[in-house]
């Protein structure tokens, strides 16, 4: 998994694809942004598909406002590409759990 983020990362057509896949799957209700409850639920799910641990409640609500980039209240495609690449950026390069 690390091996293949890695490649990932130094190919952005790759990477573009990847972010866009994750990014429709969380905007259950295909408003082309996600909202605080999508992006829990992504969270929850994607910290349990790289065995990192599951985040807190307040955990979640910081994150969402470090991704907020304008601070709007929702996370638009190019603030969560930017999200995608420092979260496989820290389960590639970072992730020294088993
Ligand atoms: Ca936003």
Known sequence: MDAY??????????????????????????????????FRKLMVDITAEYNLPTPTDEEIRTTMEKVDLDKNGTI???????????????????????
């Not at 990932?8 to 573009?16: A, G, P, S, Y």
């Not at 603030?79 to 088993?98: G, I, P």
């Open 5 to 38: 983020l890695k490649i990932v990362l130094k190919d952005e057509n790759c990477f573009n694809a990847i972010a866009k896949a994750i990014f429709n799957k969380a905007d259950a209700d295909k408003s082309k942004f996600i909202d605080p409850q999508e």
């Open 76 to 98: 638009e495609y190019e603030e969560f590409k930017e999200f995608v690449r420092a979260l496989f950026t820290e389960v590639a390069y970072h992730n020294s759990k088993k």
